[in-house]
């Protein structure tokens, strides 16, 4: 009888899932988990499981909403961290959205939190947290507009279909909430404002959790028949690799050309870059706000300037650093527009910092608005063509214009003249930071003569790896690779990235024992999770699946039954 | 009989607990040094107290030491917040923003709120004022919804303050909770800024309304 009441169910939350949908079928599905298939692979492009603590994420036969199996997820309080299912599917920036899914919670007073998000992961913003679901003492809530609104009191061991209609252009969605057992939806919501009331918030991922961090939750909760669709046919790459749709190796390799294509912000080397002289510190070390400039500079927390009491030159200087500062974090998070504005303002309040030129250049590259970037360019030539950062810059405008010619040929005699013997001291002071602190300027003091040999080994040696490895040359990106390894080898520093480029390189040539060899040697050094997925391939192409999956399941876990 | 030995354990447990060696002041004081938090933390909530003695015998490098390792530790504790209030308005710039960063994860008392509030909008030094908003934005993780409505209600207020760079941190540290500005420009003339704080005024409400 209870088995009748349960496909009842599934057939009425089908069948409104199919309203609420208007069509769905399999080629508008991005994701469906039943929890009934014999082997749910871990991947990036399926789910990741974490189980860090004492908590747990497992398949289990004792409670199911349809099919044979069900996922368990379990929190345990003041362990330290929190369990998950993860999900991935493919990124989604407009259109709509339908998600389904069953929820069953066994302690009803203790938090679980089930949300979708984009790539800004689960945080309240643009293409963070899109839709969110949450209970609090005995209710469910949903996250609407940044604040918590309250749906249901939620009954243990009851099983709940939740449906969303989430359009992601307009930031909304629509609602549905069905108890088993009851035609008459409990909870039917139109035109919800999305978590964050963000228009245009992409998602690409959706999560299942225990609390977000206070760690107090001992919940234990169930979850059956996820189902994630949208309004439009869409055509999925099969997998190639249990849990993805490309190789490791490619996701890497992609996520680097991505990365190193969309044009970043130079940092700083010195306070000059920023148009502040010795004359400047004085200033803005009388009105006491230097170290404000230098935590604005080292950009580890929100910044903000002041200008209402403080001479009227520190405050410009402020707020073209607050402006820098902006642009920065709009450039690094690909709104090349914000950016642009962002540099242009603190070039006009200070002219003489010649970082925001440059900036507002590749902010131009990033735009593709190459005429301008050719014009903006030549104008500031004269005053870059000695700095050590330019190469980068422009190697960065070639890459971003996908000309690797370009971008090889002003890297090249830079990269090949980083020297076999660098300062053991200063290569260790400067990797042991990031170029743009104030720390670099004590480098400089300490190592007038060499200093900029570091640089070029930091800023100019992966970025022509690179571009080797993406013109087809692996021979040569893995004969560069070895220079460096020999390098650091007589540094006596740590050589394992360089191994890693090796193996890179080897895997590219389809020397997969080789690539294996090096990659171990590079593990040994450091234990590098890139590196561990990047073995995991190496395994499933030598055919050695099992060790493809320990190797895949350290990173992503794995999905067992109870 | 399985409950009887149940029992039996949970005795012997808590016997053993109670019986356990006290946390050596100084073995505290040396993990801390060497910022073993982990190892701190792992002696539990006990080491709250002996932390507390610790702060209040402590020179200023000390306690800025403890108060970072009470904030790494982010477990509540009043004795813990009456020692660090103490310091929450030092020249120390050390101390201050570790205690500033601290108190939000010790306590949710409103007066805690409220010191950093006041720091932030009226403090002389514009880096207390700033890390004071940080502060306010992310690290007062024990609060309550209802206690939660109230720091955004003060925020809020803050957008109005004479003070650019007051309404500009007011601004981020609301949109660190919230992900929204409401559109709201620090620099903005006062007609359209009051335009956004409307919006704001009329969001709490609603946020209000769902508690």
Known sequence: ?562 | MVLVKSAFLATVCSCLAFYSAPIEPTVVASLIAQGKTAAVKALGPEVLPVMVRLYESSDEMQRTRIAETFYQLGWKSQAAKRVLMKDVHTSNRSLRLQVQWALGRVSNDDDVVDVLLANMENDANPLFRDKAACALAYDQIHLTEKQKARLYERLIQALSDPKVDVRRIALQALSIHTGQTKGFNPEAQVAERENSIRQWKLWLEEYKSNL
């Open chain 1, 1 to 562: 009888m209870a088995r009748r009441v349960q496909i009842q169910l599934v057939i009425l939350f089908f069948l409104l899932t199919l309203v609420l949908q208007g069509q769905l079928d399999p080629s508008n599905v991005l994701v469906s988990y039943s929890f009934d298939d014999q082997e749910l692979a871990t991947g990036p492009d399926t789910f990741a499981v974490f189980e860090k603590a004492r908590g747990s994420v497992q398949m289990t036969t004792e409670v199911r909403f349809s099919g044979y199996r069900s996922l368990e997820i379990r929190d345990v309080a003041d362990d330290g961290d929190f369990p998950e299912l993860q999900g991935y599917f493919k990124l989604r920036f407009s259109g709509k959205l339908y998600l389904h899914f069953a929820l069953m919670t066994a302690s009803p007073f203790e938090e679980l939190n089930i949300a979708l998000a984009g790539p800004e992961w689960f945080k309240l913003r643009k293409n963070g947290i899109g839709f969110w679901l949450r209970t609090r003492e005995g209710n469910l809530y949903q996250y609407s507009d940044s604040m918590p609104k309250k749906l249901l009191p939620i009954e243990a061991f009851v099983w709940y279909g939740v449906d969303v209609a989430y359009d992601i252009s307009a930031g909304a969605y629509d609602l549905i909430i069905h108890r088993e057992g009851q035609e008459k939806p409990l909870v039917s919501l139109k035109q919800q404002a999305n978590a964050a009331n963000h228009q245009g918030s992409a998602v690409d991922k959706f999560s299942f959790i225990g609390d977000t961090g206070e760690d107090k939750s001992n919940v234990t909760y169930y979850v059956d028949d996820v189902v994630i669709g949208t309004d439009e046919r869409i055509v999925q790459v099969p997998f190639v690799a249990p849990g993805r749709r490309k190789l490791f190796v490619d996701y890497w390799s992609d996520s680097q050309r991505n990365s190193r294509g969309q044009p970043v912000p130079l940092d700083i080397m010195d306070p000059s870059d920023l148009g502040v002289g010795p004359k400047e510190v004085e200033s803005l070390k009388a009105d006491g706000v230097w170290e404000l400039l230098l935590q604005m500079t080292g950009g580890q927390r929100p910044r903000s300037v002041t200008s209402s009491d403080i001479s009227s030159e520190s405050g410009r200087l402020l707020q073209a650093v607050s402006s820098w500062s902006n642009g920065c974090e709009a450039l690094r998070r690909g709104e090349a527009a914000a950016a642009l504005g962002s540099f242009e303002k603190a070039e006009s309040l200070v002219p003489a910092g010649k970082i925001f030129g440059l900036n507002a250049v590749l902010s131009l590259a990033a735009l593709g608005r190459w005429q301008d970037v050719d014009a903006r360019l030549s104008a500031i030539h004269a005053e870059w063509q000695n700095d050590l950062r330019f190469p980068a810059a422009l190697a960065m405008i070639g890459l971003a214009r996908q000309d690797l010619e370009l971008a090889e040929g002003w890297l090249r005699p830079h990269a090949e003249s980083v020297p076999d013997e660098i300062g053991l001291d200063l290569i260790r002071r400067v990797r042991s930071g990031p170029l743009s602190t104030p720390g670099l300027d004590e480098v400089r003091r300490q190592f007038p003569e060499s200093w900029q040999d570091a640089v070029r080994d930091a800023w100019v040696a992966e970025q022509y790896f690179f571009v080797l490895l993406w013109k087809g040359q692996p021979a040569a990106a893995q004969q560069f690779a070895r220079r460096m390894v020999d390098r650091y080898q007589r540094l006596g520093i740590s050589k394992s990235k360089w191994l890693e480029r090796m193996g890179d390189a080897a895997f590219f040539q389809n020397n997969f024992s080789e690539a294996l060899d090096y990659y171990e040697s590079s593990l040994k050094e450091s234990d590098n999770a890139g590196t561990l997925v990047k073995v995991s391939d190496v395994y499933f192409r030598l055919g050695d699946f099992e060790k493809e999956r320990l190797y895949r399941e350290k990173i992503y876990g794995s999905l067992r039954q109870k």
